[in-house]
C-alpha cells in the first residue's frame, strides 16, 4: 500500500518516497534515475500485431516498477498535477524522434477516450490531463474527435480476439478531421496497441496520418 499525504505536506517532496525532490518531475534523483527508459524506436515494431492504421508508436518510459507506481498515484490517488512532468517527458521524447526521423510533427491531438464509468470513479480522464498539457507544451491543437460507447462486455477481461472485437466498437467519431491531418493519439500506457488500433479505425483514413504517443509501453517478453 502506498501511503500519501496531503498535496501541501509534499510540496517540495518526491511523490514515490517524500525524499527531497530535486527534479521537475516531482521525485528525487534517485527515483527519477529509477524511471526505466524506452528508446527511442518505433515501437510498432515490437508489437506481436500493430495496429494497421498506425505509423508510428512512441513512449519515453517502460511500464515497469517506478513507473508503475507513479502512473498508479496519478489515476487512482488524485495526483493530477503529475500530468504535467508527465507530459514534458512525452513531449521531450517526441520532438527527439521526430528530428532524427526527419517528419513533421502532427498538428492534432486526440486523447483516448474514456468510459463514463471509469471517468466517475477517478473525476477525470487521464489520457487527456496529458493531451491538454502535450498541446500546451508543443503548441499542438487539442481535437476531441471521438468518444468511447458501451459495449457487449469488458475489454480487459475477454481474451485476445474477443478483446480486439469489443474494442472495436468501443469508439464512434463525433467530428470530421480535416484531410491532411497529422494526428497523435494520446494515452498513459500502451500495451498490445489494440485500444489505439481500435480509436484509429473509426477516424478518417483518407488524407490522415495517425501516431500514437503514451508515457510508457509495456515491454514485451524477450526485454524481460
Known amino acids: 500500500m502506498i ?3 496531503s ?4 510540496q517540495g517532496r518526491c511523490i514515490l ?3 527531497h525532490a530535486t527534479e521537475r518531475l516531482h521525485l528525487c534523483a534517485v527515483c527519477f534515475q529509477n524511471l526505466t527508459r524506452c528508446p527511442p524506436v518505433n515501437l510498432l515494431g515490437l508489437m506481436y500485431r500493430p495496429p494497421q492504421r498506425l505509423r508510428m508508436a512512441l513512449a519515453p518510459l517502460w ?10 498515484l496519478y489515476k487512482f490517488r488524485q495526483c493530477e498535477h503529475e500530468a504535467f512532468a508527465m507530459a514534458e517527458l512525452i513531449a521531450a521524447h517526441a520532438v527527439f524522434m521526430y528530428r532524427e526521423q526527419r517528419i513533421r510533427m502532427p498538428n492534432l491531438l486526440v486523447a483516448v477516450p474514456q468510459s463514463y464509468a471509469a471517468w466517475y470513479q477517478r473525476g477525470f480522464n487521464q489520457a487527456q490531463r496529458l493531451a491538454d498539457h502535450l498541446g500546451d507544451l508543443l503548441g499542438i491543437e487539442v481535437c476531441h474527435s471521438a468518444q468511447r ?5 469488458k475489454a480487459h477481461k475477454a481474451g485476445a480476439q474477443q478483446r480486439r472485437a469489443l474494442l472495436a466498437e468501443s469508439f464512434k467519431a463525433t467530428e470530421v478531421l480535416p484531410k491532411g491531418s497529422r494526428v497523435a493519439l494520446v494515452d498513459d500506457v500502451i500495451t498490445t496497441g489494440a485500444t489505439l488500433g481500435a480509436l484509429a479505425s473509426v477516424l478518417p483514413s483518407r488524407g490522415v496520418v495517425i501516431d500514437a504517443w503514451a508515457l510508457a509501453y509495456t515491454p514485451p517478453p524477450s526485454f524481460n
Do not use: F
Request: glycine share 4%; charged share 35%.
Open 3 to 5: 501511503r500519501i499525504r
Open 7 to 10: 498535496k501541501v505536506k509534499l
Open 17 to 19: 518516497c517524500e525524499q
Open 63 to 72: 511500464y515497469q516498477s517506478t513507473v508503475k507506481r507513479w502512473l498508479a
Open 149 to 153: 460507447v458501451r459495449t457487449r462486455g
